[in-house]
């Protein structure tokens, strides 16, 4: 018999490798690596962005927000929003692409801050010259820059107005604070000088009372009491006691009189 017409074994059946499966194979394999390149592609890309916006806040803060006043630089970071806002809502319209810094508002909002018109450069606009006039205009390469920019201004602008808000606030609290203070102070001066005013009227009232009536007088005092040292007469009689003994009045009367006499006399031979 010919070894090549002779049949298989059914372990040399299950030996055959299945195409199916090893296609299968493959495609997740290739998947799982394309994925893992999409992966690293996204982290390289998130990672260039992420120091772009690094790079514009340190230009925003401390670039822009401390060297300046602060009404000044939000002042200017808001048009340099309104710069770059202005080209991502409108990318085909050239009068947005450029500005002049030579025009009173740009000088003083980009020109003359500190840090601005480095903003403006690294958001992708460059120096040129037209018809002998000097302009800003914009590089249309730079728009993912331009995006990044005008997002971390947004995002500056949230965080700074809000503590302006605030700060607007309490300034707003301490000067009705101080305005209810010094009215309250007032108030208390007035009422001082409108009783000081009722006090000398009423005097002024009494003196003009007593000017106009001279003779009249207060009421005389009450005359004082004088001790009556005369003596005491008593009814003459006789009377009895409860213990039942009799008392002559008249005996006793005659005896004190006796006595005073007596005493007035020795008092003269004195």
């Known amino acids: 018999m010919d070894p090549e017409s002779a049949p298989q074994s059914p372990s040399a059946a299950n030996a055959r490798p299945d195409h199916d499966a090893v296609a299968a194979a493959i495609e997740r394999r290739l998947q799982a690596e394309r994925e893992k390149a999409a992966a690293a592609a996204q982290s390289s890309m998130f990672d260039g962005k ?48 450029k500005f002049k810094p030579t025009n009173a508002s740009i ?9 601005t018109l480095e903003y403006a450069v690294a958001l992708g606009f460059h120096p040129q010259v037209e018809n002998f006039q000097p302009y800003y205009v914009f590089n249309q390469r730079y728009m993912e820059d331009l995006k990044i920019g005008a997002a971390m201004i947004k995002e ?27 009215a309250k102070v007032k108030q208390a001066f007035y009422d001082d000088r409108k009783g000081r005013a009722m006090v000398d009227e009423r005097e002024r009232t009494v003196r003009a009372a007593a000017a106009a009536n001279p003779n009249r007088s207060s009421a ?44 007035l006399h020795s008092e003269d031979d004195g």
């Open 50 to 97: 992420h120091e772009k916006r690094q790079e514009f806040r340190r230009m925003i803060d401390p670039g822009i927000l401390r060297p300046n006043p602060r009404p000044l630089a939000l002042e200017a970071l808001q048009t340099l929003l309104k710069l770059a806002q202005n080209i991502i809502d409108h990318p085909g319209e050239v009068k947005y692409q």
């Open 107 to 115: 000088k003083r909002l980009l020109v003359d801050p500190r840090g």
């Open 156 to 182: 500056a602008l949230e965080r700074e107005l809000v503590k302006e808000e605030r700060e607007q606030r309490r300034r707003a609290e301490e000067k009705a604070a101080h305005e209810a203070a010094v």
């Open 220 to 263: 005389s005092p009450a005359p004082s009491t004088i001790a009556d040292y005369r003596p005491k007469r008593r009814m003459p009689g006789s009377g009895q006691t409860l213990s039942g003994e009799v008392i002559d009045v008249d005996a006793d009367d005659d005896e004190g009189h006796e006595d005073a006499d007596a005493a």
